[in-house]
């Protein structure tokens, strides 16, 4: 179902050769053979453009225009195909192609074709897909329009914060969200929907990264989930219809500019308002993306509709579909909800030549990678059994981290996760090394148990994790146990999961061996009590190699390594949004 559930339909828009009778253009529309008849064609090629739902006509009528023009390509004509596509759904049919699934989407299971043209409604789509699929890059990815990401309102509630006049921030908002009942917050699962995943990452970053600004971002983060949508039709529909409406329903929530544009269009009782916070999060940037796999001619012809999307019909359309150029600027005919900015901060591209791509590329995927993390924590709660290496490497001091050690930082990361997880999970730690209890190297220290009876005692071992100053890693037995303790007591629709924490190679004499421990994890997989095993390794000194192995062994696992382990709590998150499977 898409995302946005709204009417869908394709169309295609063809230029024949001169041996062509009529072509399509649009619904209803004809253009005749003797239209086209002056076009000397040596072939011709469909360009397949699959555009977020919004977008797509703008499209389409640009196309249209260029087509009747006379598009072609080194003599040969170009029919273009403009189809909507979900952004969700077009990211986990590119992923699936790459071999790869993204958190929070599953696999398409080749029910989407994947377009010669992506345009979806944010460059985080492509960054995600490119997290997991690093040989996805796409050609050209400049952004085609804009719409900015606000806080959606009933005008009423609205006014009682001081707007139009007033120019609220992150801050306050989030001392609103948190402050009681005083709002009733929503927003569309970030995982499947850009608005809010923007919505949050400006959340993150008034909340700040200190404790008491991730108890701030953990209660605004359980605000919103109690209002979450999985497609935006759905949330919108949640905001008060009529005045005596107002005490009940929802009260804001992160949307796009053209999402109040489309609402307030429809002329409803009680309107929305568009918030303008600051600072501005990231709005939504459409990009062209041309899909790497395009052969070449297809490839001209791609660049040529994107020229094309540059002229005032591209321009003018958005705008009556209410959405603005990449410029920040709106064409005629645009809609703008009050208290709008004439002009809103242009989306754009960093110079790839000066590094300075690779870099804003690199921290703005880190940091959706955490807040989805967190957002997967609180509104996916599981069965985890947390499993720290305690050897003596952990004793290493962390120069980028104040000269704290692997232990301590870790530590933190532990308990910043604890917090995250509300009183529906059930947690367990053990803590492993060399000869831990006997000749075993594997000591439990607390059971998976509910945190709503385990959470004080769960704290107090994360307080008492020490290293064991001769103590060696014995990575594989542990692992083994660990995985066979958590399917042993398997629950049916839940996560379960082992995480398990290292920063060496397995160093276990009398241990199993690599190809014994491989054997036994493919002998105990099974499909109807499927055992996630996720293994975060901590600085330089661990094998992905081997840890692979072991995950793969397992048929469902993943390894996050935290070569700068005072980065471990980013990584900590990341692998906390990995978790699949029930």
Not at 112 to 127: C, K, M, R
Not at 333 to 348: D, I
Request: glycine share 10%; aromatic share 6%.
């Amino acid at each position: 179902m898409s995302g946005r559930h709204r009417r869908t339909f394709s169309l295609t828009i063809i230029l024949a050769s001169a041996l062509a009778a009529v072509v399509v253009v649009g619904a209803g529309s004809w253009l005749g053979y003797e239209q086209l008849s002056a076009k000397d064609c040596s072939g011709q090629l469909t360009l397949d453009v699959a555009a977020v739902s919004e977008i797509s006509g703008a499209v389409r009528t640009a196309a249209a225009a260029w087509v009747k023009e006379d598009a072609q390509v080194n003599g040969v004509c170009v029919a273009v195909n403009v189809k909507e596509l979900d952004p969700a759904a077009g990211a986990a049919a590119i992923a699936e192609r790459h071999g790869v699934t993204i958190a929070g989407l599953g696999g398409a299971a080749g029910q989407t074709e994947v377009p010669d043209v992506w345009i979806p409604d944010s460059s985080s789509w492509l960054l995600r897909v490119g997290a997991d699929a690093p040989g996805f890059i796409p050609g050209d990815a400049a952004p085609i329009a804009e719409s900015p990401v606000v806080l959606a309102m009933p005008a009423p509630v609205a006014k009682q914060l001081g707007w139009p006049a007033k120019q609220l921030k992150w801050q306050e908002m989030l001392a609103a969200l948190t402050g009681g009942k005083t709002l009733r917050p929503g927003i569309v699962d970030p995982t499947r929907d850009a608005a809010g995943l923007a919505g949050l990452l400006a959340l993150g970053g008034a909340a700040g990264s200190d404790a008491a600004g991730t108890q701030k971002k953990v209660a605004a983060l359980r605000a919103l989930a109690e209002n979450s949508s999985s497609i935006r039709q759905d949330l919108v529909e949640k905001f008060p219809g009529t005045a005596q409406e107002l005490t009940t329903g929802l009260s804001a929530a992160p949307l796009s500019e053209e999402d109040v544009v489309a609402y307030n269009a429809a002329k409803p009782a009680v309107p929305l308002a568009a918030l303008y916070l600051d600072p501005a999060p990231a709005a939504l940037d459409y990009p062209f993306a041309i899909m790497p796999e395009v052969d070449p001619q297809k490839g001209l012809a791609a660049a040529a509709l994107h020229k094309a999307l540059g002229g005032p019909v591209f321009r003018n359309a958005l705008a009556a579909a209410g959405l603005r150029g990449p410029d920040g600027t709106a064409g005629s005919g645009f809609a703008a909800p009050e208290g709008a900015p004439a002009t809103a901060t242009p989306v754009g591209r960093a110079s790839a030549d000066s590094g300075e791509a690779v870099t804003i590329a690199a921290k703005t995927t880190a940091a959706i990678s955490g807040v989805l993390g967190s957002w997967a924590a609180i509104t996916k709660p599981g069965r985890v059994l947390a499993v720290f290496d305690v050897s003596g490497s952990m004793l290493t001091t962390v120069p980028t981290a104040g000269g704290l050690t692997r232990n301590e930082v870790t530590k933190r990361a532990a308990v910043q996760g604890l917090s995250l997880f509300d009183d529906r999970w059930a947690v367990g730690t053990w803590f492993f090394s060399t000869n831990m209890v006997g000749k075993r190297p594997w000591k439990e220290k607390v059971p998976i148990s509910p945190l709503t009876a385990a959470r004080t005692e769960l704290s107090k071992s994360i307080a008492e994790m020490e290293p064991k100053r001769k103590g060696d890693t014995g990575l594989y037995d542990t692992a083994l146990a660990a995985y066979e303790n958590v399917q042993k007591s398997w629950q049916p629709g839940r996560v379960n999961s082992v995480l398990l924490f290292t920063d060496g190679v397995n160093e276990n004499p009398g241990g199993l061996t690599r190809a014994e421990l491989l054997t036994k994890l493919k002998k105990l997989r099974d499909p109807n009590r499927e055992v996630r095993l996720v293994i975060i390794g901590i600085g330089t000194g661990v094998d992905r190699n081997e840890l692979t192995a072991i995950t793969k062994a397992t048929g469902s696992g993943a390894v996050y390594i935290a070569e700068d382990p005072a980065k471990i709590g980013e990584i900590f998150l990341q692998a906390i949004a990995s978790r699949s499977g029930a």
